[in-house]
């Protein structure tokens, strides 16, 4: 598996129809929920997995202040499912995040989500939430 972090317009486009596969086509999500501000180059730090030439995963960093970074989007072909996609991609950006000075890490995780997260080192905290009409729960994890 190839994990690079998105320079080119190009990729960005591979990346976001990752997402639409994975939560407008498969999770319902409306179109107009699933982009957003930071789906531009420069935007936020987007990466892209890629296995034997095709785009597999996506996800992005976004940047909160100084101390926090927030992962989000992330995104597996429910083909790429469980072979470790996810998991590089998350430690990837992870790891720009601590090289920017970020102390921690944030998402909101889907429900169905959590136990991957949670295997990664994140608690949740706070109350349940719905977002895109799925269920969600915030979690954080400390990086140093």
């Not at 730090?45 to 992005?60: E, F, K, P, W």
């Not at 997260?117 to 939430?129: M, N, Q, S, T, V």
């Amino acid at each position: 598996m190839d994990l690079r972090i998105v320079a080119t317009q190009a990729d960005l486009d591979a990346a976001l129809r990752v997402r639409h596969e994975v939560f407008v086509e498969e999770q319902g999500v409306s179109p107009s929920l699933e982009i957003d501000e930071f789906d531009q180059l420069n935007a936020a730090t987007h990466a892209i997995a890629s296995r034997d030439g095709q785009i597999v995963a996506a996800g992005r960093l976004r940047m909160i202040d100084a101390n926090s970074g927030k992962l989000e989007r992330l995104a597996v072909l429910a083909s790429e499912r469980a072979q470790g996609a996810g998991r590089a991609l998350t430690l990837l950006l992870e790891g720009i995040a601590k090289d920017r000075g970020c102390a921690q890490m944030l998402l909101n995780s889907q429900q169905s989500a959590r136990g991957f997260y949670e295997k990664l080192g994140y608690i949740a905290h706070g109350d349940p939430f719905v977002e895109a009409g799925i269920d969600h729960i915030a979690m954080r994890k400390t990086l140093r």
